[in-house]
DNA sequence: AATTGTGAATTCCTTCACAGCC
DNA sequence: GGCTGTGAAGGAATTCACAATT
């Protein structure tokens, strides 16, 4: 185990190669290469080695890697071990979206709170049972409630706001939906996830159909999300 | 103008520049430096100058860029003055949010199709008015009503058929919310937008507080500070 | 024989630093 | 004086290529 930088493009292709180890200890596959993995991903075999490699010495010569050990180690150094407790603030069409999606690793990211600065919205209930609550008490439930993670879904003239409560509250993990740049405090992580940027982007391929880059592929997207995250180191 | 490579890192600022420059035209600014607009974004201003210089010379010397005109040319390269006809595939929590959302840029995207596979879906509309229709008749629909954008919003292992549907129906540009690594044929440009990614990142970064910054970067701590003191700019 | 782990080479991206212009 | 545009330098991420290991 190293103490170099690990960079957020190594975490989000870590989570990737989660997700595809999940699926191959599902199929009951026992072992995996670099290379049979990469080939799934068009990344490069040494890439995937050299992302494990920062973690420890995961492989077997010869052999690859075993699935399932590999799996716990991922879960590990992810911190998908433990639960955290998510709050979401701003139910609107996507808040309300992702407090309904049950498409989150459900063992890793529990919902545990909803927040709205609309008095007509709070205490209506979304259909886990969850009710919705007023902004006022922001700070000191998240407190109470220890929510780890804080989804913002307001919209953009509020977020930054949102993100200065939920700080003072002690979060220090956020994912922005609101299309704007936040300034996080040293050790705050946010990461953006910004729709009309991806929209926005896509245009400018369709009218430069010359361009270069246009057959992409995951790495793209991965390379995407480390670069809009907003700040924090 | 250039013809050299633009990287999808550019294109991503391209849009977040814009979405600057609208805030500044709305406010009633007519000039703003590079300096001053890296300063909203911790970019380097160099980085900006380089970024417009792939396609003009938009800049004064000694003045800056003319917010209006810097606008009109970042709309015109990102291909937004064209409108996008856009359609929705997969109609669940996630899918239902975003079409009935109003954040995406009304200009230059619209959304005039939604499908679902499920037929207790087909048939209801949303809150636009907009008929959900089954996926039958998706490549005809999607080739009748010149849609160039698809946006993919069905579990993950219904994406990549989806995928090649909308392909073969000469579709080029596609926004991808399943949580799948998908293989787009070459001139067929995907976006993905992660959740679980971005999450799963972020838990990472919960996990290993030293590896990504507390204070091992003082000059974010000093930016910091630099900010919150109403000093700047 | 197969595959990892990794230094070296390469490619890509960002930042510096300054000439050139307003 | 202030700011752009850009070549050069620096830094980061990726890929190559091979020795080490099972």
Redesign the interface.
Known sequence: MKTE??S?LT??R???Y??CLNELAAAGVETISSQAMAE???LNSAQIRKDLAYFGEFGVRGVGYYVEELRQHLMK????T?K?RVAIVGLG??G???A??Q???QH??NIVALFDADPAKVGSRVRSGLEIQGSENLKEIIKRENI??VIITVPAHAAEQVLEQVTEAGV????NFA???L?P???V?V?T?????????????????S????????R??????A??NG???
């Open positions: 930088k690990i957020e975490t989000n870590l989570s990737v989660l997700r799934q991903f068009n150094i992810l911190g998908l433990e955290h069409n996507l309300m979206a992702l309904n999606y498409g989150f690793n890793s990211f780890n993670i220090r993990a956020v994912l299309p704007v740049h300034h405090k040293p050790g992580k990461k996830v910004d729709l009309t940027t991806s929209l926005e982007s896509l245009s400018y391929f369709l009218a430069n159909p361009a270069d880059g246009i057959n992409v592929d995951y793209d997207f991965l390379r995407y999300e670069d809009s700040a924090g180191r």
